[in-house]
T-cell receptor, first 115, second 117 residues
C-alpha cells in the first residue's frame, strides 16, 4: 500500500514568512510523529499525535512552531515567522497503534530553506 | 533521559565484505526497543532491523544482524556481503515501550557508510 507522503518536497522561503508542511500518514495508522533533521542538531523529535489524545508537544523548539492533525489523519506543521535556524529537513512518521510494539514508518521529508 | 551514541561518523567497506557499525545507549528503562534505520541520499528513512529488549536472541534480517548486549547497553549492526546499495547514513534509535502506545524515537548522530566496488 501507499507509504507516508509529505508535501512539498522542498520549500524555500524568506526569513519572517510563515510556512506549512503537510504529512499524509499510512492509512489506518493512529500515531503520527514529526521530527526535524538538521546539521547542527541531528534528528530530533518535535511533536506526537496519538488518536484523540492531547498531542505530546514536548519537542517543539519555540512557540513559533505548531501542528495539528485533522480527522485523525492528515497533519500540518506550521512554522511562523521563520528564522534561518529553522532550515532543516522535516520528517513525518506514522505507526499503527494501540499495539504498542509497532515500527514508525517515515515519509521522504520536506527540505525547508530559509533565506 | 535516554541517549544514543554512535562513535563512528564514517565507515567504508569493500563490496562483498562485512562491516560492523557500533551503537551504545544509556537508559534506566527496562522495556524498550532498539532500531537501525538507513537513510540513503533520497532522504527516505528505511527500517533495517529492530530488537525488543526483552528478547535475548539477536535479531536478523537477511544480510543484517545485530549484536545486542543489554547489560553493556550496546547494539551493533553487522552487514554481511555488503552491496553498493547499502551506501547510506545509518542511524541507531531507541524507543521507550509504553503500555499500548509507541513513543518518540531517540536517535544517534549517525554513521555514514560507503561501500566501494
Amino acid at each position: 500500500g501507499a507509504g507516508v507522503s509529505q508535501s512539498p518536497s522542498n520549500k524555500v522561503t524568506e526569513k519572517g514568512k510563515d510556512v506549512e508542511l503537510r504529512c499524509d500518514p499510512i492509512s489506518g495508522h493512529t500515531a503520527l510523529y514529526w521530527y526535524r533533521q538538521s546539521l547542527g542538531q541531528g534528528l530530533e523529535f518535535l511533536i506526537y499525535f496519538q488518536g484523540n489524545s492531547a498531542p505530546d508537544k514536548s519537542g517543539l523548539p519555540s512557540d513559533r512552531f505548531s501542528a495539528e492533525r485533522t480527522g485523525g489523519s492528515v497533519s500540518t506543521l506550521t512554522i511562523q515567522r521563520t528564522q534561518q535556524e529553522d532550515s532543516a529537513v522535516y520528517l513525518c512518521a506514522s505507526s499503527a497503534e494501540p499495539l504498542g510494539t509497532d515500527t514508525q514508518y517515515f515519509g521522504p521529508g520536506t527540505r525547508l530553506t530559509v533565506l | 533521559a535516554q541517549t544514543v551514541t554512535q562513535s563512528q561518523p564514517e565507515m567504508s567497506v569493500q563490496e562483498a565484505e562485512t562491516v560492523t557499525l557500533s551503537c551504545t545507549y544509556d537508559t534506566s528503562e527496562s522495556n524498550y526497543y532498539l532500531f537501525w534505520y538507513k537513510q540513503p541520499p533520497s532522504r527516505q528513512m528505511i527500517l533495517v532491523i529492530r530488537q525488543e529488549a526483552y528478547k535475548q536472541q539477536n535479531a536478523t534480517e537477511n544480510r543484517f544482524s545485530v549484536n545486542f548486549q543489554k547489560a553493556a547497553k550496546s547494539f551493533s549492526l553487522k552487514i554481511s556481503d555488503s552491496q553498493l546499495g547499502d551506501t547510506a547514513m545509518y542511524f541507531c534509535a531507541f524507543m521507550k515501550l509504553r503500555s499500548y502506545n509507541t513513543d518518540k524515537l531517540i536517535f544517534g548522530t549517525g554513521t555514514r557508510l560507503q561501500v566501494f566496488p
